[in-house]
């Protein structure tokens, strides 16, 4: 930001003020609050976070220094205005994976590719690519959550949004662009995983990152001896002809 745009040390100093004057009214309205919902509590609270917010932001331009407060965003769903009654749903589901091993995962759709007749052109296990298409074709996306490290995969964040609609879409109307248009106002409910959430997701990633390292030379398994082990994952999902049991749900 240029000096000219920068806010003057006077504005500073008013957003300041006008922060500790929004502190005030908010400690006030919760000393009279009548009930759990009561709205002046509800309109002070916003006063403040938009008085705290403008003094950050304020405070940066002009010298650079942030507070040490964090400032309600707008990550929170609007209030809900779709039917009562919903006679149709949509349930949007995002998670994100990190390939953190690439030979497990690569030795894992070799067996797929092995066992099934139908698969993709040989060698599609031999790339991370074509590995993902054989495993994610082959296991339902749950089946894969739930057994992730199985397959080499380490989990991120993830979200589910159950969305409420009027009715059911035809047939193939959405499937170009399946989440381009979603309503945050008929958001019925919503769940998210991620690290944020968890003080000890940390703690318990450093320590099998420590169990992991020695393991050769280069601190991996041998792919021999990575395949021999993985024998023994894949077993119980063969069925009675040596092919791969599926689940019941179509694809």
């Known amino acids: 930001m240029s000096d000219a745009a920068q806010p003057t040390a006077a504005e500073v100093r008013a957003a300041a003020e006008a922060v500790k004057t929004a502190l005030d009214r908010h400690l006030a309205a919760v000393e009279r609050r009548s009930g759990e919902e009561d709205p002046a509590v509800y309109d002070a609270f916003n006063e403040l976070a938009a008085a705290a917010e403008a003094y950050d932001e304020l405070l940066y331009d002009r010298y650079d220094e942030v507070t040490p407060f964090e400032i309600p965003g707008e990550d929170t769903l609007p209030p809900y ?15 994100d994976y990190a390939v953190a091993e690439p030979q497990r995962l690569m030795a894992q759709a070799r067996r797929v590719e092995a066992a099934d ?64 248009e979603v309503d945050a106002e008929r958001v019925v409910c919503r769940f998210d995983v991620s690290a944020v959430f968890d ?30 082990d993985l024998d023994t994952d894949l077993d119980r999902d063969l069925d009675e002809d040596g092919e791969p049991a599926r689940l019941e749900a179509d694809r």
């Open 199 to 228: 003080e000890e997701f940390d703690d318990g990633d450093e320590e099998e990152e420590g169990e992991g390292e020695g393991e050769g030379e280069d601190g991996e398994a041998d792919l021999a001896d990575l395949d021999e």
């Open 81 to 95: 205005t779709g039917p009562e009654e919903p006679s149709a749903l949509s349930v949007l589901i995002r998670r």
């Open 117 to 180: 007749e139908d698969a993709p052109g040989a060698g599609a296990s031999g790339t991370v690519h074509g590995a993902l298409g054989l495993l994610f074709g082959e296991f339902e996306p749950d089946e894969i959550a739930s057994r992730h490290k199985e397959f080499g995969l380490e989990e991120g964040d993830s979200t589910l949004w159950v969305t409420a609609a009027d009715e059911s879409a035809e047939p193939g109307e959405w499937l170009e662009a399946p989440f381009e």
